[in-house]
């Protein structure tokens, strides 16, 4: 990379970051371009030239979270069918994990996209955010099938989307504050366990079941 490039990767960096602190200490409504220029230290034609408008901001720091999800699950090959769950677990939960680091951020981000003016660029079914958001579930999905714990009625993808579409929904309630995040770890578990419930072979089956069993348990 270029001294000029690089210059310019730290410059759309510094946006990013400034809009980063603006959603965490303001909500969604804080985050306007004119502001988050004079938070950046940059001028408006700067920021625009840089990164784009407000929706094309959010679509980035959308973009990054979601490649850090990616990077922080498991992948195929760690799968262990002796122990599935790990893996099942880190591809299901991580974004939970992940939103408890920077709660505030996450929660007016994603409130942020859910009423973004341009719903097509984050909502669309071959958007980044779905695409991106069903990949993990997918992967998942993909090497408990390849391992032979799955009946095979169903493809990898068409799993992975039913299991991302199901914590979207624990995602916007968590984000607008009707859920807990641990709720929100709690449904999304759910989700993943039932999706894969509905092509599960034994001896895996049976381990679903059990997990959700417990999971419906009231908390202690």
């Known amino acids: 990379m270029s001294v000029r490039e690089s210059s310019k990767e730290r410059r759309r ?5 400034a809009a980063r602190r603006m959603l965490a200490k303001g909500g969604y409504r804080a985050l ?3 502001a988050l220029a004079k938070e ?3 001028t408006l034609p700067t920021l625009y ?3 784009g408008n407000k929706e094309k901001i959010l679509f980035e720091l959308a973009a990054q979270t979601m490649r850090v999800i990616g990077q922080r699950s498991f992948t195929p090959d760690t799968f262990d069918p002796d122990d599935p769950f790990t893996f099942i677990d880190s591809g299901i939960a991580v974004s939970a994990d992940l939103f408890a680091e920077q709660p505030d951020f996450y929660r007016s981000a994603f409130v942020a996209v ?10 669309s079914p071959q958007s980044m955010f779905v695409q991106g958001g069903a990949e993990i579930p997918t992967r998942c999905c993909r090497a408990v099938a390849d391992a032979g714990m799955l009946e095979g009625r169903f493809s990898p993808s068409a799993l992975g989307m039913h299991i991302f579409q199901g914590v979207r929904g624990a995602l916007r309630d968590w984000s607008v504050g009707l859920i807990s995040l641990e709720d929100y770890r709690r449904w999304s578990l759910r989700c993943g366990y039932a999706g894969l419930l509905l092509d599960a072979r034994e001896p895996l089956r049976s381990g679903l079941l ?3 069993a417990a999971l419906y348990e009231p908390p202690q």
Request: avoid cysteine; proline fraction near 0%.
């Open 114 to 123: 859910t009423f973004a003016d341009n719903q097509e660029l984050f909502w």
């Open 32 to 34: 306007n371009v004119r």
């Open 49 to 51: 030239n840089l990164i």
């Open 13 to 17: 960096q510094s946006i990013l970051d």
């Open 40 to 42: 950046a230290d940059v």
């Open 210 to 212: 059990e997990r959700l």
